[in-house]
Each structure stands twice: as structure tokens, then as C-alpha cells.
């Protein structure tokens, strides 16, 4: 039984962490914080959650005792802490942004802060199991991968060899619920009458997520920016609550059968637990993956072979963040990958 | 042409008076304030309002020019703000709930405020035009009603003599959209995550609007709270914009005919601008008053003709806000009752 | 291992039995059918479900080989099908309407249907576990309760003797989300634009519901109708997917203090694996029980202590349909409780 | 006054018609029918609708007497009617896609049906006003655009001169409400619990708007697909009622400035009545336009000058739709091109 703390257990992601866990046979949360409701208990907080009967302690609590802990803080709390519990000896899955990048200037442009632990971004394991599965499982440090990240390079990485065809910047134009977009800050954007009935494009060429998918994706592909240009992400906030649905529009140098695409994404899900993808003809909806940490992957080319559009569909909170956190933690102590997780 | 000011024109009562007001053939909006947005200009914040070219005034501003102000400020700043208005003999049409209770003490239970100008409260008229039309024409200070208060009365009221033969407290079970809820107030309860997907009742025994249906049920019909309680009022959430639908159960010593019913609803309607009753059968939905100052209201009654359930729809914003508030304008400055208004 | 057969798997309920039987540790899906998708297979139907291979059959598929029978069925095929079930030696949990009333006149009155099979009426159990458990446990037939009918129940019958002191007819101002009102059914009332930013009421005094509820607070209650009057029941349409929230309005005789109340509630809750009562002053909402088989329930009283609002929250497609069948699954097979629901 | 005869009056786009005429100074519904209502009264189908007394016609009614019919009926209906119709000296808006494609052929392929009245081709006049008021002045027969090409085609023709540097396939990622696509078709894809808290795309390569956008931007600008490559048009479904935001991405050849895509579209949003361009660095949402006939649009461009993200937001049902239809019959009978519209 592996000992859990999580640092940041009330905002969005925390929360789910508590709800998953709540069903995993091998984690037992022993501690759980939170700045905004420290002092009270769960139950009153979340009284949908039963079985925790633990008192939400402050922030800065010692973690001593824990095996593991989960960081779901922002960003410059994430990077002030980490350093201290790794000397612990704690194991870290951090579901911040503060590790994920590899270039702390790259960090500052996108995070707009300094980082102050960038001897640690060698270190830390982007937390992506369908292809980090051996580093996760001896890491100190895993950084959590965003949102719109894991979408999107669950969409893209599959299609391997292909991705060096490419001739164009692949565009991603993702769209996310609520809670993808930080649903418990506490501001106009996510406020009800603003959000419902309503749609928007934001953060156009300057989301954090778009250096993320950039570094894995020339890290792990012959996708090359010089040749094909950088890629595009262009986020968007849909009225409801959970998932991220991308479409993704590539274009490649010479023509692409259909069948090898399909053989490309079929291959790739037949070995992963996680990894669905649809027959030629279907895409998914969001609806297919919501409180799942599945990601479904459907693709369609049109007539000339050259143009691709994919559809990737996940739970922006599942494993587009915390069940793809428990994944990860299966991972790092040798239970099964699934245990916990639907 | 009546000249306007508008004391919080940003919130949601405010931006919904500006958006009805851009269609009024004779009122121009001399002055607007906004706490929140003063230096900006109103097409920057609200860019689907076209025509207004003003910026945001501070909330204290002289309103020396105007010939009516409407304050959409909360119920403590409209207390401080009304006597001074009236002093530099500016009418004004108060949407708070600043001065809608004739008795002070019953204004301090529900609101938690000490009323500052008590001695305003008897001139006060409520703005509700359907009842107080001529006392209205002539007002200094029109209290515009609560948004549940109006849906309740006019689906009470129009019963005339039958509410005399209540035996049992008439419960009021309403639904509101969630600017009827304070939808721009930045807390818990408006955010999106917290909305979608869910409804729950809230302020059970205890909204501040109970005692104004309470006070002018009295007042214009023979229905005493000695013999049939008190009303009974449970507001919820629903998770929509815009709408309140009240479900009104009512008791009677002996039968009433379902003809009687509807003969009063439709006669009293059939000398309204804005009430309309459905034919036997029909119930209102929300839809139907959605972005109009309309009322609509149906009734059922069972076999035994002593139970009734009375259903009425308005637009919380139009008829519940800002629209009855053009109406009472209107009628004070001896105008068209619908210029302006669906 | 239970082997189940499912006649009308690809409905709302007959999906959601899918659904929550794949994480169901002793019962296998042996059979499942559809008159719409007959031949094809479920995944391509439903391709969020894994772990299904299997092809929908035709309705009137034979049996043979099956321990429990659900039916996820109108309510004329269920009387059609139950009493040759039952004579093949399968049990049968039937989630229709058709033999939840007693009275087979007031069946005609409220389902305008004649009840073919009126002999079984006595026997067939009313699947409501925390009352009737020891009935089930043995049952051939089960009558899977209605949506409104639990939460109304379970609101209700734990107040006990208490509800000897009601001098009122109870009343029950339900909202349910729209798969609890027919939601694969293709009418006006159903369609998307139809019940967006909408909310009505619906079945005013005539929903089949109501006498079934009334039924079972005479039989398990000292509650009268000749003293209190009949209950009633007012559903109405929620602009979103799942769940049903009731309000329930008594008035008794004389004052009852909150602390009996509160009592009475949290013993009966003590006692059941899926009913929960908040602390005073703590109201449910749908969330707290959307995707789970709780039921929770919160309750005021006023100053009186003569009137006293209840409400109830549980999701309609869970306690209030296949959730609450596989309850009944487990007590009829000798599982726990808890096997396969949260 | 002129005299209007609407053919489909009680779908989606009829019922928008109906909306927006009661406020229009100058035109009179004389006639309106429905197959789905006739001998229906519109007050009992439409009760929001106020100031019609008219009862539903059938379909195939002699229309003499009007001067003008608007078509809201399905693509062969339409193109069954329209002969008829002129021949009669009638004037016609046809709001089906039957007269909008020149090419026969390529409307085949896209609609599945074979066109019957191909010598009307030529003479119809597509309806966007912005780019063809001189035609639509005289017009017997106007073609009123589709939905998701006025949103597309506004979004792109105002850059002139700069759509000859195109060197990639515009990108135009469409996400429509559900009335957009079709929302009063009783389908499983419209019906609530399809599309509440989903997303998804459709018809990827394969809608029927894609080969009239690709016309119109090659008629009217020097864009040519043989170097660009033909447009690709990926519709999407919001969880909405009313609504297409359009993401479009643009590659030029080489660098344009900011500055120079703002001056275009800022000069061609100052001589319409009804496009409006945001400032630098804004970007349109769906909420400032649903329920007005408004386009509004905003720029993106990267730090290469190459890519460029355009968004384009209208309402489906008024300037993509019903409201469009009325700009064209002020044009066509000598009215303020914005009467009856806001």
C-alpha cells in the first residue's frame, strides 16, 4: 500500500485525484492539503466523495510518512516545493507546468516566470506512459503532462515514419471544457453567464502547451520544424464541463494511403491500455472518453492523399491530468497499469 | 427625450438596461458608471453593444443633467445614494431591494442591513405597473421589484377574490437562470463548473424576496397569512442564463371552478401590455418570455377543484429587471408603456 | 457468476446497465438485445463501452441459458414478455412500469394501458432495497421502482411516524434531467433545441409516478390520505443530462422539532449502504449523486416547526434505474450490496 | 408595405423569419405554411410569437398576391417550387442550398440529388449582400448563402488583394450550434442527450458549403486553388443553440503585416452595416452576435507575418439564415438595409 500525499487536494485536479483514488486497491491518501479550505473536512467540502474523513491540512504541512506525493499547485508553488521534497526522499508527480519543458527560456516566454530549479528539468520524466514507460517507472520526479499536450501527441506520435512527410506546420485547434481552462479560478472567464451558450479562441499563438508538443514531438519523430514549421495551437473553451476534443489538420510532401495511417494508430493502440482508435469512417465525440482515461483517435484524408485531419478526444481531468497521474504512480510502484482507472 | 444616467451599468442588470435602452425611441443615456470598468469604454467591454460610445463614469459622478437615474448598484449603495439624488430632484428607479419593504425591521431580517432612509419607504411606489400604474406616473422613487416577486404576484394576484378562500400557505417553488442568482458576482456559486450540469434550492426559508410577495399580496388582495399561513417561497438554481419559471401550489377552503381561474387570469391579462395567459392545458416555458418584458402564466386545477398549480415564465433580466424598469420609465415620463420593450 | 440476459440494451437504462455490469465482478452479460441495432455489434454502437464483443439480438431472442432477466422495455412489451419468462424459470428484474401498482384500474387510469397479466401483481416485489429486502432476496419478479418514485420515497418513509402528523397533502415539486423523461425517444420534447436554456413542467396531477408513490407511503407509513390528502406531483424538465432533484413540502399537525428529524434521517441512513442526510442546514444538489447509486437527502423546518422542506438528490439513471436493478441483482444472488456500484 | 409569403414557416430559419418580421416596418406576412402544423394556429405553436393570428397553410398553397415568398424548405423542395414560383411574376429568397453552386455538377456531388431547374442557375443571384447589393437590388430569384459560408466568406473576402498570396489551403475549422445543423430534424444527432456535454466534428471533407465558399473566394478575389490549394472546411457541433464561430488559418507566401490585414478589414467593416472588426489583439466569441444580424471578426498573426488566424462569429439562424434573408428583401423592395434588424 503505497502512502499519498496531494498538495493542492480542492482545486480541479486534486479533487479528481481524490475521487479515482477513492477506487484504487494500493494507494492510501494520508494526507491531503489545501490553502483555501484548510482546517475543514472532506466531507463537508465534497460530500459527494465519501470514504475520506481527513481534515484538509495547510499547504506547507510536513510530508514525512508519504511515499509519494502529488503536486496540484500552480506553477511557482510547484517549483518552490519540489526541490525540498525530492531531498526527502519523496517520489514527486508534479501536474504543474513547471518540469515539462526542457529550455528554462522557453519555460520563462511561455510561464512568464524565472525558473528557480533548472537543474532538475534534465532529471524530471514527462509523464506521457504510452512512451516514457521505462523512465516513469524508476522516476523521482515526473512531470504530468498538459492537457492540450497529451491530446495532441497522442494524435500525432502514432503516425511515426509519416511525421517526417510533413511540409507544413501541423495545425492543432483543440477545444476544451471548463475545467481544462482552470475552472475554479475564481474569474470572469469561467463565471456561468459568460461561458454558457457562448465560444471563443484564446491565448492564439501563445499557449504554454504548444512548446510542450513542439519538444516531444521533434524529440520522439523525424517531424522537423525547420522543414515543416513550427506547429500551431490555437485553444478554444467550449460550454461544458470536462474534455478536449483536437482536430488536427497535417499535410504531407507526397500522398499518404488511408491504410497505412490506419495501420499506423492500430498498431500503436493494440499495445497500449489507454489508446483507442476508431475504424475508417468514425471519429470520436467527446462524450466517448469523459470520466475515462481513455484517448479515442479517429483520422479521415481527403481525395489527394496529401491532406490528414485527426480527431483526438480525452477527459482533459482524467488523462489529460489526474488519471493520467495515477497511471503514472501504477507505473512508478509496479501495480498494474489499469488499477484504479476506467 | 428623456435623458438617462445609469448607476452601474456593468452588471448585468445594467448591461441589459443599456442593450434595451439602444432601441428607445426617447431616452438617451447621458451617463454611465461602472466601479469595475471607469476609464474604459463601453464598446471595449461589451463590443456587442454598438451605439454607445461613452466611457465608464466612477459611480459617484454628478448626475446633474439627468432627468432619471437607475441605479443598478447593490442594496447598501442604493440606501446611501437615493436621498441625495432626490434631493437634486432627480427621479430615480431603484432595481435594489433598497426600498421595495415598507417595514424597516422586516428589511433588516431579511437583507442584514439597518435602513438608513426609513423615511422614504412610505413614498416609495413599487414599480410593479400592472398594480400601481397611476401612483407610478407621478413617482420620485420607484422600487423596481424583485425578479421573484414579480413572477410570483402577477401569478398570484390576477386571482382577485379566490385568494380570499385560501385555507393553506400558498408555496412558491421558483427556478431561476443564474443572473437571477447574481450571475456576475465572482464566488462559487456562479462559476461554470459549479453550475453545469447541476440545480439545487438555495436561501430555503429565508430569501429576501418572501417578505415582498408576503407584503403586497396582502396589500391588494383578501388573502390574510392569519387564516392561510404565510407564503412559503424555495428558490433554485437552474443551470441556464436567463429565465424564472415558478410552480405555485394553492389551497382552497372549498372547490373553484378551472373556469373561474381561467376567466380571471384572462381578463386581467386581456388589459395588460405584458401578461398572457395560455389556454386550459397549456403551460408556460421558459422560452416563451425568454428576451422579452413578457409574463406567461397557465393553471391547472385537480378533480377535487381545491388544489390549484399556477405556472408562470418571465426573462429575470427583462420582466424581473430591466425591462420593467423601461416600462415604469416609461410610464413616468408619459410615454408609449412598450416603446422600447418585446 | 450470474449469467444475465438484457432485453433492450441500447436505451437509456438498458446502456447504463452496460454500463455498470462491465465493472461488475460475478455477473456475466450472456445476452443483449435491441430492436434498432439488432446485428450490430455494441462497440460500434456505444464505442465508449470496452469490453463488449458481443452483437445486439433481436428482442424476441430466446433465453435459455440466462439466470436474471432485466427489461429495459415499454412498459406493454414488459407485460407481454415478464409472465413467459417467468414460466422458462428465469428470474426477471423488469425496469418498466408494469407491475409496480397493485391495482390493475389504476394502472389503466395513469399507463392508458389494460394489464394483460394482473395475476402476478401480488407477487412481483417493488424493488426499492431498503425496504424491501428481504422480499427481493427470494423475488422471481422484481418491479424496478420509477425515477420520481425513489427519490420521493426515500425523502419520505424515513420520517416514520411522523407521517401520521401530516394534516397536508405532501407535496412533490420534482426536476429531472432529460434521460429521466424518455431521452432516446425522438420527439419535439427531446430534441436539443427544444430543452436548451428551457425548463417546464410536464404530466401536471397525471404522472404515472404519483399513485405509486402514494401507494407505498400508505403501505409503509401511517401517513393517510383520507386525513392528509393524496400527494402530489409535479415533474419538470431540466436542461441537462441526469439526475433528479425533489422538493418536498409537509406540513404537520403540530410542531415537530428539527432534531427528530434529523434523527429519524440519519438513523435510517446509518443503516443503508446508499442513503446518506446531510448535517443541518446542508441541502443536496445533483452533483453529489450524478454517476453513483446514493441517494441524498437534506431538510429544513421553519420557525413554526410545522413546515418543513425536504430534498432529495439521487441520478435517475442509477438509484432511480439500472443502478438500483443491480441492487436488486445483488440481493437476489446472494452478493454484496455494493458489488459494482459506487 | 410589402406582402410576404414564407414557405416553411415553422422550421428553424421559418420560425426566425416570423421572429424578426413582427418588428419590420414594411413587410406584412400574408401567408405562411408548415406540412408538420397546417390548420394549426401559430399562437398555439409558437406562443412567444405575439401579433400572428394566421393559421399554418399547407405547403403547395397558391401564393398570388404576394410579392415576395421566402423558401425555408429542404434543398428539393426548393428546387421543385422556384420555377413555379417565377413564373408566377413572383420574387423569391430561397433559403435551401438548391441555388447557390453555378456548377450543376459539383451540386450533385455535394447535395445527392440531380438539379431540375439547372437553366436558373445563372440568373440566381447569391445572396451576401456585402458583395453583391447591386445584383440583389433587381434580383427575381436571390440564393441566400449557407451558414457556415457567410461566416467564412465575411472572415476572408475583405482581404483582398492579400488572398493572391495564399500559398497553403485556407483552413476554415467551423463550429456550429445545434440549429446550425439541422436542429429540428428529429435524429439521434439533435436529440439533448446526443449533444449536451459533447462536441464533435462532421462531415469532414465532405460538406456541401465547402464548394460555395470555394466559389465565391474565387470569383471575387485573386485567390486560385490550383496554387493555394482548394479550401478545407471541418464542421464541428457546440452544445449551443445558436452560433458558428469559424477559425480560419491563413499561410501567405511571404510576411504581411498586422497592421495591413487590420487596415482591410477595418476599411471594409466602415462601409457595412453589419460587420464589425475588433481591435488589435481581440478576438469575437459567439455572445457578441447571437440574436443580431452582425458579423464580427478579429485577427491573429505570428511572429513570421506568414500565419495568419482570422475569427469569424455570427448567429447560424440571423445572418447566416433568417436575418440575412431580410437584408436581402430590404435591398430587393427599397428599404434601410437594416430594417427589422439589429
Redo the contacts between chains.
Sequence with gaps: MVRIGIIGAAG?SGRELLYLLG?HDEASVELLTSSKYQGKKVNDVF??L?GYNQVFQPNDIDVTGCDLVFLAIPNQASLERVPNLLEQGVRVIDLSGAFRLRDKEVFSKFYKLSHSAPELLEEAVFGLPEYFKSEITTARLVANPGCYATGALLGLLPLGELLGKLD??P?I?A?SG??GAG??V???V?????????????K??SHQHQPEIQQYLQDLSPYSSDVA?EI?L?P?L??????I?S?I?L?FREPVTSSDILQRFSTFAESQEFV?F?EEG???????????N?C?IGA?T??SGQ?C?I?SSIDNLVKGASGQAIQNMNLMFGFDEKQGL?
Design positions: 480541479l477506487s460530500p459527494e465519501t507544413r506546420s495545425i485547434d477545444k471548463v475545467s475552472g475554479r475564481e474569474d470572469d469561467t463565471i456561468f453567464v459568460s461561458v454558457n451558450e457562448n465560444f471563443k479562441a484564446y492564439v499563438f514549421g500551431i490555437t478554444h467550449l460550454p461544458l464541463s470536462r474534455g476534443l482536430t489538420y499535410h483507442h476508431l468514425d471519429l470520436p465525440d467527446l462524450r466517448m472518453t469523459v470520466h475515462s481513455r479515442m479521415e481527403d481525395q491532406n485531419v480527431v476506467l
